[in-house]
């Protein structure tokens, strides 16, 4: 068994990784660390894990105790903690913050399996993607392989109201999201840079913008991308291409039809479509911002990192009905 930690535990992402870890079976949570609730029922907080656990919330971190560990911090909370704290070095860590997402003076593997498998499997220490980032990475990724992305690309995508995360404010309260749309963050999101290195990775440079336009909705979970790229290729051999790049992908698939959210909300999947108009090639995408997006990718890297069933603990069930 895989004996796991999780830092930060109590938010969105640590509660759905305490549900995917409770029913996987080659892996075993050794603890769940959060300050504020420790000794509290895990149940108590993430009440959609009543009567499935009698774990409780620890303030302790055994590192010594376990095989890998889980990072569910905010942002820049992950680089901080590290400076401040010695995790033994043959322990594995997935880091879900944008902290070493952008290669440069570390080790961390940006974790991508569609394109980074062979990488990931012999990673110690992994950077998880951002969800949006996954989202339009997946969407545009077999576009770059045939290099299409001369020109600028124009992306629009909304978001659930968990991609803020568990802690209240302005813009994720009830009475200001239902019924509501806005967007934030235009063409400057902290998710570009991992974007356009992956885009870069793949198409060998990428001289045009990715301009993004990030939504917020007005329902609590998964990510629907749309993304606009000029191009003369023909649609035939545009999604042969698409279909090829992903023929090998346990979570990514292509499909024939257009696209909606229902189909990945609640699983590990991403869906894919392309239709033609003219010279506009019009790319549609989604996932589940919490799993495909976040802890369920992450899952997905542990399983490859430890040479287990990439699909562990992972076949969900799409809540399209």
């Not at 124009?154 to 009830?174: D, E």
Request: charge should be negative; aromatic fraction near 10%.
């Amino acid at each position: 068994m895989i004996k796991v930690g999780i830092l930060g535990a109590a938010g969105y992402t640590g509660g759905e990784l305490i549900r995917l870890l409770l029913n996987h079976p080659e892996a075993e949570i050794v603890f769940a660390n959060s300050e504020s609730n420790a000794g509290n029922l895990v149940s108590d907080v993430h009440e959609g894990l009543i009567g499935e656990t009698d774990l409780r919330f620890t303030d302790a971190m055994p590192f010594d105790q376990v095989d890998v560990v889980f990072f569910c911090f905010g942002h820049g909370k992950s680089e901080a903690f590290l400076k401040e704290h010695t995790i033994p070095a043959n322990v594995k860590i997935i880091d879900l913050a944008q902290d070493f997402r952008i290669k440069g003076d570390h080790d961390y593997v940006y974790g991508l399996p569609e394109i980074n498998k062979e990488e990931i499997v012999k990673a110690q220490h992994v950077a998880n993607p951002g969800c949006f980032a996954t989202c339009i990475q997946l969407g545009l990724l077999p576009a770059a392989n045939l290099n299409l992305l001369k020109e600028d690309v124009a992306v629009n995508a909304i978001t659930g109201s968990t991609g803020a995360g568990q802690k209240p404010g302005a813009t994720t309260h009830f009475s200001w999201r239902n019924n509501n749309l806005s967007i934030y963050k235009p063409f400057t999101h902290q998710h570009l840079a991992e974007i356009k290195q992956s885009l870069r990775q793949v198409q060998g440079y990428l001289d045009a913008d990715i301009d993004f336009i990030p939504y917020r909705g007005d329902f609590a979970r998964g990510i629907f991308a749309t993304m606009v790229v000029k191009t003369k290729a023909p649609v035939e051999d545009i999604i042969d291409a698409y279909q090829d790049f992903y023929k090998d992908a346990a979570f990514t698939h292509y499909s024939e039809k257009s696209i909606d959210l229902k189909q990945v909300v609640n699983t590990n999947k991403a869906v894919v479509h392309v239709e033609k108009y003219g010279d506009k090639l019009l790319i549609t995408a989604a996932i589940d911002n919490l799993l495909k997006g976040a802890v369920g990718q992450a899952v997905q890297n542990m399983n490859l990192m430890f040479g287990v069933d990439e699909t562990a603990g992972l076949r969900l069930k799409a809540s399209a009905f």
